[in-house]
């Protein structure tokens, strides 16, 4: 079999968290069109239904939007029951939900901090825990986690500092399930992308003044495109990443090399 084939994901099965929009659905694009079967989950179930039924009707595969806050342990288990009743297994996660606020540290409350981590860091976890359960009782499987180029960089002017810890947390979460689970065949990996046109950062009020500084400074004076992190999480959820785990994939176009 030669490497593209080797490539495709005939047969696997798998959910992206955050899969009504932006990379989550991009990337779900990409494992309909692999040959997987995706579950679309995402807190917007109107939008994760359009997404479902558009990547059912546009690739073929069985699609599923299932409504699930990925801070709520019981949203979460009843996400996995349902996806399980669709599908019988789970083969490939990919927990990418994720929101950002730009606010100055002196001045965020408590709440406004809580939120942030709770979805970035520990639904994350939950959504990891959860799939990580039935892919070791199943005996493998693999999970792609997003984190940031912010887990890696204090990028200026604006103020993230809640993201950028929590995006940092990601990344030793990836690594501390990646080596508790390597034995028993359960892959961990995360993507840590920079600037990407989405509704996270094209529709932020404060971030889209940003965005011709940040152009100005990039090596490749663009921000990347949610389908330019499609390629790497195909590799990711597939076989021929066998012995890839517990790494962090920084997709940046450079920026944090300067
Ligand atoms: P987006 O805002 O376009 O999409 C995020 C999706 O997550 C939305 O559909 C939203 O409804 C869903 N979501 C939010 N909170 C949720 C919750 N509690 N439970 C379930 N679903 C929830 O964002 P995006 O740009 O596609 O970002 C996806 C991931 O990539 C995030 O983790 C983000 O931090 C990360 N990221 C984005 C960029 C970027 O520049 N866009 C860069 C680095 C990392």
């Not at 606020?101 to 981590?117: F, G, L």
């Amino acid at each position: 079999m030669g490497i593209i084939e080797k490539l495709r994901l005939d047969g696997k099965t798998a959910f992206v968290t955050g899969g009504a929009r932006g990379i989550g659905k991009s990337v779900a694009t990409a494992f309909c069109e692999a040959g997987a079967d995706v579950a679309i989950v995402d807190i917007d179930l109107d939008e994760a239904e359009k997404t479902a039924a558009a990547l059912a009707a546009g690739t073929g595969a069985r699609t599923l939007a299932v409504r699930a806050d990925v801070t709520d342990p019981a949203d979460v288990d009843a996400m996995m029951a349902s996806i399980l009743a669709r599908y019988g297994k789970l083969d490939v996660a990919f927990c990418n939900a994720g929101i950002c606020r730009n606010i100055p540290a002196e001045e965020m409350s408590y709440e406004q901090w809580r939120s942030v981590v709770d979805v970035n860091l520990t639904g994350v976890f939950l959504t990891a825990q959860a799939a990580g359960r039935q892919m070791l009782r199943q005996g493998g499987g693999s999970i792609i986690n997003t984190a940031s180029m912010s887990a890696h960089i204090v990028n200026v002017p604006q103020p993230q500092c809640s993201y950028n810890a929590s995006k940092a947390g990601v990344i030793q979460l990836t690594k501390s399930l990646a080596v508790e689970w390597a034995a028993r065949n359960v892959r961990v990996n995360c993507i840590s992308p920079g600037y990407i046109g989405t509704e996270l950062t094209l529709n932020s009020p404060t971030l889209v003044p940003l965005i011709e500084q940040w152009n100005a400074v990039a090596p490749l004076h663009r921000m990347g495109k949610p389908e330019e992190l499609q390629a790497i999480c195909v590799y990711l959820a597939g076989d021929s990443s066998a012995f890839t785990t517990g790494a962090d994939f920084v997709i940046d176009g450079a920026f944090t090399c300067i």
